[in-house]
């Protein structure tokens, strides 16, 4: 299955990594000698997944600055208003002209590893129902043991709420359909879309093999800038 197109979501305003943030917006902080929101560029090209959207709100113009000069063909969907991240996908929505398409959060650390999962995460998706799929890691995989988790993966790769054993990473596969009930300019979480499909039974997601390094807050930022090698 052809993917061609994502947006990086990269809007937020990194509240948890302040001083860090205060003039310096989240996606733009290194780690291991790349910006964050490289990462995610990084893998999406080297899957190649040219077509690139990212959102930005909070300290907009220094993303712009950096993704214009930088890399010219990624286009940008500005918010006025922050949408949250169900929102801000739907904002950017034309973009994507009604193709299935990749959603990297920009503080999770994308590997060149997570190509693999990439590919897992597409056959999920077409086996499943081609509504939504996501990529999640256990809780003993992650750098930052001290996030909750989020789902449950079932035998058949359905996810549920009925405990918390998995992270969400913060990639997933989309069909635009599943906005159809929601409005450009709503703002809303993607977890509202997510429990509707749970609900239906149609939310599907795979287990990546990849150590989650996520930047959660300014302490486990602090600890990852000093990794010696990431990727």
């Excluded at 890399?71 to 500005?78: K, V």
């Excluded at 056959?123 to 809780?139: D, I, T």
């Excluded at 930052?144 to 549920?160: H, T, Y």
């Excluded at 599943?178 to 039974?201: C, R, T, V």
């Amino acid at each position: 299955m052809l993917i061609k197109k994502a947006i990086i979501l990269a809007a937020g305003f990194g509240k948890r990594l302040l001083p860090l943030t205060k003039e310096l917006p989240k996606p733009l902080l290194e780690i291991g000698g790349k910006k964050l929101i490289e990462y995610s560029i990084d893998l999406l090209r080297e899957n190649n997944i040219t077509e690139i959207i990212i959102n930005s709100h909070y300290l907009h113009e220094k993303i712009s600055e950096f993704i214009t000069k930088k890399y010219p063909n990624i286009s940008l969907s500005y918010e006025k208003n922050i949408l949250d991240t169900g929102g801000g996908i739907l904002n950017a929505m034309s973009f994507f002209d009604q193709e299935n398409f990749f959603v990297l959060n920009s503080d999770t650390v994308w590997t060149r590893n997570y190509s693999d999962d990439l590919h897992k995460l597409k056959e999920v998706f077409k086996n499943g129902n081609s509504k939504a799929a996501l990529l999640l890691a256990h809780k003993k995989d992650s750098f930052d043991k001290n996030l909750s988790g989020d789902f449950s993966l079932d035998q058949n790769n359905l996810l549920n709420k009925s405990s918390n054993d998995y992270i969400y990473t913060g990639c997933q596969l989309l069909n635009p359909n599943i906005f159809n009930l929601k409005k450009k300019g709503d703002i809303f979480s993607m977890n509202e879309i997510w429990n509707d499909l749970i609900a239906q039974e149609s939310l599907n997601g795979c287990l990546s093999s990849c150590s989650f390094l996520h930047a959660t807050n300014l302490e486990i930022y602090n600890q990852l800038i000093k990794i010696e090698t990431i990727d």
